[in-house]
Structures are given as structure tokens and as C-alpha cells.
Nanobody
């Protein structure tokens, strides 16, 4: 059974850090691009960061310099390190296998001011 399971969300004060993890099971994502997306109520899901199979990355302008996406193919896991968090980063964060369009269930990140 193919699954993407996110973890690491929670409540943090502004200026703090969190690291999200997305563990894939049931297949290998080694050759696939992976992404982190976020969504707030009433808004479209937006791309936060993506990483290609070869390791190249791209980021939404709003998180450049603060967030870092990485992948560990041996662990079949992709990460999102989030630093200098702001209240506007509050959202449900989702992991996506871009190639196969698999999505995780999401993890809530709440940043208090």
C-alpha cells in the first residue's frame, strides 16, 4: 500500500523552527520529484518547496532563505526544515510525490505571534 505520512508539525512561537518529515512506504521515490505544499482555510494549496530526484530545489518566494527541503533516498523520506517561522506560515502542510501525484494526509503547523 502506497503511503506518504507527514510528521513534525505543531505549535511554535514566531521566530522558532520546526522540521517536517514525510516518509514514503509501499514504493521508492528515488527517481521522483517531491514537494511540500501548504493550505489555509478558503485558499488554494500552494507549493512551498520542491526537490528533484537529482537534488535541485526551488522555493516559494515567501519562504526563500528560511526553509530548506532535503531528501534521504535511503530512508525514503523528504524533509522540510523551517526556520524563522512567521504567523503567516500557519497552515496545513502536505507532502506530494510530484511524478505520481500521491499526497500525504497533512500536518498542522501553527505559528503564534
Amino acid at each position: 500500500q502506497v503511503q506518504l505520512v507527514e510528521s513534525g508539525g505543531g505549535l511554535v512561537q514566531a521566530g522558532g523552527s520546526l522540521r517536517l518529515s514525510c516518509a514514503a512506504s509501499g514504493y521508492s521515490f528515488r527517481l521522483n520529484g517531491m514537494g511540500w505544499y501548504r493550505q489555509t482555510p478558503g485558499n488554494e494549496r500552494e507549493l512551498v518547496a520542491a526537490i528533484a530526484s537529482g537534488g535541485s530545489t526551488n522555493y516559494a518566494d515567501s519562504v526563500k532563505g528560511r526553509f530548506a527541503i532535503s531528501r534521504d533516498n535511503a530512508r525514503n523520506t523528504v524533509y522540510l526544515q523551517m526556520n524563522s517561522l512567521k504567523p503567516e506560515d500557519t497552515a496545513v502542510y502536505y507532502c506530494r510525490d510530484i511524478r505520481y501525484n500521491f499526497w500525504g494526509q497533512g500536518t498542522q503547523v501553527t505559528v503564534s505571534s
